[in-house]
C-alpha cells in the first residue's frame, strides 16, 4: 500500500477536482492525483460515493483545504483526511477494476502509482 499522504503533507492545498469521464482528478498547486478506483468523501453530514447524489458536491467543498495524514480503513489503499475533517477513501480494487488504483503526480516529477491487486 502507498503512502503519499506524507508526500500531499508537503504540497499545497486542494485547488481544483475535475470530473473526467470514469476517473477524477485532485490538483494540489501543480501536483496532480489521479483516482481510478471508486471515491468517497465522508464529511459530518454523511458520506458521499462517487457517484451518487451530493459526492460532486461534498469533493468539492474541499477545495482550499490541506490533506492531513489518515490511517487507511479496511477496505481503502488511500485515505487522506482534509483540515475541517472530511474525510477521502479511495477503495481498494475488485475484478471490475483497472490496473491503477491511483497515480500521484508531483510538482517535483515525483510520480507514485498504486496497483490493484
Known amino acids: 500500500m502507498a503512502n503519499i499522504s506524507a508526500v500531499i503533507l508537503m504540497i499545497a492545498p486542494l485547488s481544483q477536482v475535475a470530473f473526467i469521464h470514469d476517473y477524477v482528478e485532485l490538483a494540489f498547486g501543480n501536483a496532480r492525483l489521479s ?3 471508486e471515491v468517497s468523501v465522508l464529511t459530518s453530514s454523511g458520506v ?7 459526492f460532486c458536491d461534498a469533493l468539492v467543498q474541499l477545495i482550499d483545504q490541506r490533506a492531513k495524514e489518515s490511517a487507511n480503513p479496511e477496505g481503502a489503499v488511500l485515505a487522506l483526511e482534509f483540515e475541517q475533517g472530511s474525510r ?13 488504483a491511483f497515480q500521484f503526480v ?11 491487486a
Not at 477521502?88 to 491503477?100: C, Q, T, Y
Open 35 to 37: 483516482i481510478y478506483n
Open 88 to 100: 477521502l477513501h479511495v477503495r481498494a480494487g475488485d475484478a471490475s477494476s483497472g490496473p491503477e
Open 48 to 54: 458521499y460515493v462517487q457517484g451518487e447524489v451530493g
Open 106 to 116: 508531483g510538482a517535483s516529477g515525483v510520480i507514485v502509482v498504486e496497483q490493484n
